[in-house]
């Protein structure tokens, strides 16, 4: 029941005590005002009595009375009654004079003389305002009144007539007697208070006993709720005293150890500890917990039947107020499930890792055996479209380039999307060219689309930085992701990449830094707004059917999200179905140095007239934009009209397939068309016999899709920008190459004699060594995956000096169908210079031995 009686309770109890005894007290103060108030009536009559009315008739009221025997004995009487009583502080007799309407002093108490002696005759002003005077005039009996104050000080006031009550009419005279308020309300208050405090400890005491009742009760209810907490426990807890000897353990630890509690009490606690735990484990942990901390960790305990169990808890010493330590509690658990758990979790994470080990084996595997087949494929069929073929063989063999490209893609996008899978995906920022990525991308998907209306455009604006610092190569893959992703969609029409750039805002935390907007926009199908929300989530397309219309794995969009978030930005996109759709992305990069042989183009002097001769449409646009660009004073105008232009200093004109045609069957340049004022744009899917069928008739011929520096560059009249592109002169190097695979060994062969480069062949690593040691080598090109000695170990003995300290520097490119970042790292830290992915391109190989002859002094001969 007292466990019910709450705090509220309390409160409530408290304020109904306060109010009674505030109740009482005020009862008790006005008992006490009425009694002293009596008092003063009885006061007053027994003053009043002392005066004989005939004596008191002998006073006329003025002045004259002061000289009076009457006068002398009155004033002496009053003073005798003042000095008597110390309560009066005043005593005097008045006269009301009816007739007069007014009351006058006839004597007082106040030494003769002083101040505030009222002489007879004086009227007293008051007497209207006082209340007590005005009741015993109005019915004689004897009355009080107070506290008052006037200029005398505060007073409480009683007053009796003298004598009988006269007749209506007739003056009375009326005896007045003051005490001091300040003794009256003392007296009040002291007795009211005194009544209020018996009241209080006479309610208060039985309150404070139910309270200290209710509180013991409390305490001895939680100390049975600890004591069965820690009896109900799955924990193990044990006291110890200053002793080392036990004094409680709960079931918990009777259960873990197998003992009963009777077995355990009063026993020292070492007794228990397994004989594996190290005596300097036991040490420190008593002197931790003795020196006033805590302690906690983990030890093995020793059952009843011997064993041993491993467990986990902490031991704190209990404290007095004062600081003393008068025990220590340890409380603990049985850690055998969890030990066990975790090994199982162990053996898991280690199969887990080991499976991951394993996929990434398959994927290496994967990717060198898919890739090494499809390096002769590739490679022998970009030598075979340099040859004469029919159209339907250039058809042919077309299809067999692009179907290895699409297969080298998916590839690629495999390994990419396990390295997301796994966060091993990661960029290598460095000086990259914005607008060299973008036209590379283009270029890329321009040899995809030939034969298809569908033009290439691109436009970054002047604001962009011409270098910056990011993963060049990510950014490119980006982009032809997200270009091929829109001619897959686009039958025909336009894709259009542009770039915007603006530096990076404050509350971004990238000072100094921009933020690049790439847009790649196309006027294809659009996407269905049902379908928005599974673009980039893996594996997943559009058309999910199993006759869908377009290819793919839906690995593209999934990959570049995650590219584009690793560079600090984001991707989204907007479509309309029948309209074409735009993808945006956005990333964070810093400015960087433009090399220091970068061309800085000039404007011409005197601005040129430039005619654009195009169909209407946006590459017309996209190249008058370049020549306006670049100074020069635009003429927009057809191929067929161009003639009929007027004096123009130089026109570039677009060449399609029926221009083209029509121009190489001509023998002789058309009128009016001077081949060296005429720079053609051609696809890039003309092969070379078409080309040179139009050389004649032009300048020079630039592939679509444009590279606007290049372009601009002629326009400027930068030397040797004008001339036209010559067959790449022979390179004269000597060169080793290590590959073990047979056809691979032909197709770089081939592609070596026709660079102009003497080779040898090793079969495999330690072949190498012997040649390398033989005879002097400008390159050594080392695949990485061969028998009896792999790539990696070949480069290392080569830069150790195994070979001989002559080619201990010698430059070496890594080849390998193995496509893992991992992989080029291996290469590069093992000592190799360069690196190529199979299957090698042409154009990739040839710019790998370009920075090897960049690398050397000028004028330095192969060696």
Not at 552 to 575: P, R
Request: glycine residues 8%.
């Amino acid at each position: 029941m007292l466990l019910r009686f709450r705090n509220i309770h309390v409160a409530l109890a408290i304020t109904f005590i306060v109010a009674v005894g505030l109740v009482v007290g005020w009862a008790s103060y006005r008992r006490e005002g009425r009694k002293i108030m009596s008092g003063l009536v009885t006061d007053a009559l027994h003053s009043a009595a002392g005066f004989d009315e005939g004596e008191l008739a002998q006073f006329k009221g003025t002045r004259e009375d002061v000289r009076t025997e009457a006068y002398a004995r009155v004033k002496a009487r009053l003073r005798r009654f003042h000095n008597a009583d110390p309560r009066i502080k005043f005593i005097y007799i008045f006269r009301q004079l009816p007739a007069q309407k007014k009351i006058i002093f006839l004597a007082d108490s106040a030494d003769p003389g002083a101040s505030d002696e009222s002489l007879p005759g004086d009227v007293y002003p008051e007497a209207a305002n006082s209340p007590g005077l005005q009741s015993i005039i109005h019915d004689g009996q004897p009355s009080t009144e107070g506290p008052l104050q006037d200029s005398f000080g505060t007073w409480v006031t009683g007053y009796a007539l003298i004598g009988a009550v006269p007749a209506p009419g007739a003056p009375r005279d009326i005896l007045g007697v003051d005490l001091a308020a300040t003794e009256w309300t003392g007296r009040l208050w002291t007795n009211a208070a005194g009544t209020a405090v018996i009241v209080w400890i006479v309610l208060g005491l039985p309150l404070a006993w139910l309270v200290v009742m209710r509180r013991q009760l409390e305490q001895r209810e939680a100390i049975r709720n600890l004591s069965e907490a820690m009896e109900q426990s799955h924990s193990a807890v044990m006291i110890v005293d200053l002793d080392s000897c036990i004094e409680y353990v709960n079931s918990g630890l009777c259960r873990q150890m197998g003992y009963t509690r009777r077995d355990l009490i009063g026993r020292n606690w070492r007794d228990f500890q397994s004989a594996e735990t190290p005596a300097e484990f036991i040490a420190t942990l008593v002197t931790t917990v003795r020196s006033g901390q805590p302690w906690q960790g983990e030890w093995l305990y020793r059952r009843k039947d011997g064993s041993s169990y491993p467990v986990r808890g902490a031991v704190s010493p209990v404290k007095r107020r004062d600081g003393e330590i008068t025990c220590f509690v340890a409380v603990f658990e049985d850690m055998t499930e969890i030990k066990r758990t975790e090994a199982m979790l162990r053996v898991a994470k280690e199969q887990a890792e080991a499976g991951d080990r394993a996929k990434g084996y398959f994927l290496a595997i994967m990717s060198h055996e898919v890739r090494t087949p499809l390096n002769g494929i590739v490679g022998f069929t970009s030598l075979l479209l340099e040859t004469q073929l029919t159209p339907d063989q250039l058809e042919y063999v077309d299809t067999i380039r692009t179907s290895s490209e699409t297969l080298i893609q998916l590839t690629g996008d495999i390994l990419d999307y396990a390295r997301i899978e796994s966060g091993k995906l990661k960029l290598e920022p460095q000086p990259c060219h914005v607008r060299e990525c973008v036209e590379d991308a283009l270029d890329l998907i321009a040899g995809k689309i030939s034969g298809r209306n569908l033009e290439l455009l691109h436009w970054v604006e002047d604001t962009v930085p011409a270098v910056v610092t990011a993963d060049g190569g990510r950014l490119r893959q980006v982009l032809v992701n997200l270009i091929n992703n829109a001619a897959k969609f686009t039958p025909q029409g336009e894709i259009e990449v542009s770039v915007q750039a603006e530096p990076a805002p404050a509350d971004l935390n990238f000072a100094g830094g921009w933020l690049l907007t790439f847009a790649v926009r196309d006027t294809g199908i659009g996407i269905a707004p049902e379908d928005h929300g599974r673009l980039f989530k893996p594996f997943t397309q559009l058309d999910g059917t199993a006759t869908r219309r377009y290819g793919g794995t839906g690995l593209g969009l999934a990959i570049s999200k995650n590219i584009v978030e690793l560079m600090g930005g984001g991707i989204s996109f907007t479509s309309e179905q029948g309209v074409g759709t735009i993808f945006t992305f956005t990333i964070r990069a810093e400015r960087a140095e433009a090399p220091g042989d970068s061309t800085v183009i000039p404007l011409r002097a005197t601005p040129m007239r430039l005619a654009i001769a195009a169909p209407a449409g946006a590459l017309r646009a996209e190249l008058a934009r370049v020549g306006e660009r670049s100074g020069a004073q635009v003429i927009e105008t057809t191929p067929e009209e161009l003639a009929a232009v007027p004096e123009w200093d130089l026109a570039v004109m677009a060449v399609d397939d029926l221009l083209a045609s029509e121009l190489a069957i001509m023998a002789e340049p058309r009128a009016g068309l001077p081949p060296e004022k005429i720079i053609g744009i051609v696809p890039l899917s003309f092969p070379t016999a078409r080309r040179n069928a139009l050389r004649p008739h032009f300048r020079l011929l630039i592939s679509k899709p444009v590279h606007h520096e290049s372009l601009r560059a002629l326009l400027a009249g930068v030397p040797g920008a004008a001339a036209p592109v010559a067959d790449e002169a022979a390179l004269n190097l000597r060169v080793l190459l290590v590959e073990d695979n047979r056809i691979n060994q032909r197709l770089m062969q081939k592609i070596l004699t026709n660079l102009g480069c003497t080779w040898a062949l090793a079969d495999h690593g330690r072949a190498a060594l012997e040649q390398i040691a033989a005879g002097p080598f400008d390159v050594v090109l080392m695949d990485l995956h061969m028998p009896e000695m792999d790539g990696i170990t070949a480069i290392k003995k080569i830069r150790a000096g195994e070979a001989g300290d002559a080619m201990r520097g010698c430059w070496i490119i890594a080849l390998t169908a193995d496509a893992r970042a991992e992989q080029r790292t291996l290469a590069m830290e093992a000592g190799a210079n360069d690196y190529l992915t199979k299957p090698v391109k042409l154009p990739d190989f040839s710019a790998a031995l370009q920075r090897f002859n960049a690398s050397r002094q000028p004028g330095t001969s192969p060696s």
